[in-house]
């Protein structure tokens, strides 16, 4: 247990004179769902983007499952799912032409199908992206990650956006494909969503991390530094109320 498959140490990026990550050193476990949180422009994304290999570091070293980011690029490319830009979803496409797009250029064989029937998607099989809900666009996108069996997928805001019955659906797909062995790293704006599904999360502020732990653990700390909510919490809230009156079923279809 607990064994690093991904090592951040002391990485730093500026961009000219501004540092948007400032030395920040962190472990992922290989098979946990790791949240990076933080408000906009905290460095979430530039940081994934590096270990992606997608954006240059200034300084630090990164290693994905023992390979070294400058020397060994490319071999981690192979072993990683990334989510695409949705303006790399060829509009005039359908799904299914989309992912033998894809397969042939990570030069990897995959049943279309199967993969779509993995996302819950085979009936859109025929549609073009342009032609999806925004759950389903981003059922899609978590499918081109699985092309090339990723040891390790990072997922970008993927929830953003997204109606809370979509939402729902997105976390049990990621559950899902974590359960099967795949590492999980998410960035996401929603708490509730990281305590849930985060076996451990990293809170970033001005490129620095501030404190990285399980959910559980970092609340109980908090309750323990003697917080306490302003008001009595009630046994529900809101969402619970939308969800309980419209049902858990997803309404894109
Ligand atoms: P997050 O994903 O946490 O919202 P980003 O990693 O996208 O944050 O950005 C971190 C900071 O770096 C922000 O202040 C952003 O404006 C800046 N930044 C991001 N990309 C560039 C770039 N290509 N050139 C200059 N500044 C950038
Ligand atoms: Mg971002």
């Known amino acids: ?50 270990i992606e290999t997608l954006r240059t570091k200034t300084s630090g070293t990164v290693t994905v499952n023992g390979l070294d980011l400058d020397s060994q690029a490319n071999e981690i490319k192979k072993i990683i799912g990334v989510q695409l830009q949705s303006s790399g979803f060829y509009p005039g496409l359908n799904l299914i032409e989309l992912i033998n797009l894809f397969s042939g250029l990570y030069n990897e064989e995959v049943d279309a199908l199967e993969l779509l029937e993995r996302v819950n998607l085979k009936d859109k099989a025929k549609a073009k992206y342009k032609e999806l809900s925004g759950g389903q666009k981003q059922r899609f996108s ?52 990281a305590e849930l599904l985060c076996d451990r999360v990293a809170i970033i502020d001005h490129g620095k991390i501030i404190t990285i732990d399980a959910p559980d653990t970092l609340i109980d700390n908090l309750v323990s530094s003697g917080f306490e909510k302003p008001k009595i919490v009630k046994n529900a809230n809101l969402e619970d109320v939308f969800i309980n009156l419209t049902g858990h079923a997803i309404r894109e279809e």
Do not use: C
């Open 142 to 193: 978590i499918a081109t990650t699985l092309i090339n069996k990723p040891k390790i997928i990072f997922l970008d805001e993927p929830t953003t956006g997204l109606d809370p019955q979509a939402r729902r659906n997105l976390w049990d797909l990621i559950q899902h494909i974590r359960n099967l062995g795949t590492t999980v790293i998410i960035t996401t704006h929603y708490m509730d969503e």
């Open 1 to 50: 247990m607990n064994t690093p498959i991904i090592s951040v140490k002391n990485l730093t990026k500026k961009y000219g004179d501004f540092v948007a990550v400032s030395n920040i050193s962190f472990d992922v476990y290989e098979g946990e769902i790791f949240g990076l949180l933080g408000p906009n422009g905290a460095g979430k994304s530039t940081t994934l983007e590096i």
